[in-house]
Nanobody
Framework: QVQLVESGGGLVQTGGSLRLSCAAS?????MGWYHQAPGKLRELVAA???????NYADSVKGRFTISRDNAKNTVYLQMNSLKPEDTAVYYC??????????????WGQGTQVTVSS
């Protein structure tokens, strides 16, 4: 059983930046971030493999960067040029499998990101 510890959420103004961090208690192959806004489904924001391959939602390309430290089993999401539509609960997710199985992996409890205008 892998536990995920998230940090870095908060309130920021439009155009500002936040960095989310998530540390896993054990080995993972793929780590990523989902978000969920009120009344909407959870969506994959970004994911990264142990080899460094990345995947981004179209809405965040060019603004967000996902990275990881394999030695620490930690994933980061650098969020720049934030917009009000980025407001959501962000969930760290990890799997020992592939990106295709990420949603069925381990989930953090979520951290709130709010972008004010």
């Amino acid at each position: 059983q892998v536990q995920l510890v998230e940090s870095g959420g908060g309130l920021v103004q439009t155009g500002g930046s936040l960095r989310l961090s998530c540390a896993a208690s054990g080995r993972t192959n793929v780590m990523g971030w989902y978000h969920q806004a009120p009344g909407k489904l959870r969506e994959l924001v970004a994911a990264i493999t142990s080899g460094g391959g990345t995947n981004y939602a179209d809405s965040v390309k060019g603004r967000f960067t996902i990275s990881r430290d394999n030695a620490k089993n930690t994933v980061y999401l650098q969020m720049n040029s934030l917009k009000p539509e980025d407001t959501a609960v962000y969930y760290c997710v990890a799997t020992i499998g592939t990106i295709a199985t990420l949603a069925r992996g381990y989930w953090g409890q979520g951290t709130q990101v709010t972008v004010s205008s």
